[in-house]
């Protein structure tokens, strides 16, 4: 499964390795990975990578599982373009669309990315009980993932939007849980 984030020696060796004899169906998974690690650091190569995937998807005769799951991925990417573009509510359509994608695949972990995509949408756009929720669900998916870096990284979030509304209740919530964390 994919990680939220990748190292960046990583993600030069997966750049480096685009290159490399695969079949068609492999590469696309690579080009597709490649462009879901490059969407915050590399934007316009990340958007190159995902059109072109997208074009390569239209070109196939059947969606396989697969398939389906590299075109949820690209939604998820597609909403991270959108939302670094500040185009709020097409980032919601795309990552909706990507929810539903993953919903019907039951793929726990790219449910909790859709999420967190739109936690980061509702979050620009001001709407906190919107983010709030999406958070909620995004932890909730990555539970029943039982993907641990990615539980840890949204809690975190939760700490964090907890403790710029209220630092006396977020300490009583979080502070056994982070302070344990930073002990080990």
């Known amino acids: 499964a994919m990680r939220l984030f990748e190292l960046n020696d990583v993600v ?6 685009m290159a490399l004899p695969r079949s068609p169906a492999e590469a696309l998974v690579h080009q597709v990975t490649l462009a879901w690690y490059l969407r915050q650091s590399d934007a316009m190569r990340s958007a190159e990578l995902a059109r072109d995937a997208r074009q390569q998807l ?7 599982q697969p398939l389906a799951r590299l075109s ?21 359509v795309s990552a909706q669309h990507a929810l539903t994608a993953f919903g019907t695949e039951d ?6 990315d859709a999420h967190t995509i739109l936690v980061a949408v509702h ?5 906190l009980t919107d983010r709030d929720a999406a ?3 995004a932890v909730a998916q990555a539970r029943l993932a039982q993907d641990t870096e990615r539980v840890d990284f949204l809690e975190a979030n939760q700490a964090r ?3 710029l509304r ?9 502070g056994q849980r982070f302070a344990e964390d930073a002990r080990h």
């Not at 239209?58 to 396989?64: G, L, P, S, V, Y």
């Not at 991925?73 to 919601?92: C, G, N, P, V, Y």
């Not at 209220?166 to 979080?174: G, H, S």
Request: proline content about 0%.
């Open 12 to 17: 030069s060796a997966l750049a480096g390795g």
């Open 58 to 64: 239209a070109r196939q005769a059947a969606i396989t």
């Open 72 to 92: 949820a991925r690209l939604f998820l990417i597609e909403a991270e373009h959108q939302w670094l573009d500040s185009r709020f509510s097409e980032a919601k």
């Open 107 to 112: 793929d726990a972990t790219g449910m909790a």
């Open 123 to 127: 979050s620009s756009m001001g709407s």
């Open 135 to 137: 958070l909620a669900a």
């Open 161 to 163: 939007y907890a403790a």
């Open 166 to 174: 209220d630092v006396r209740l977020c300490d009583a919530v979080w």
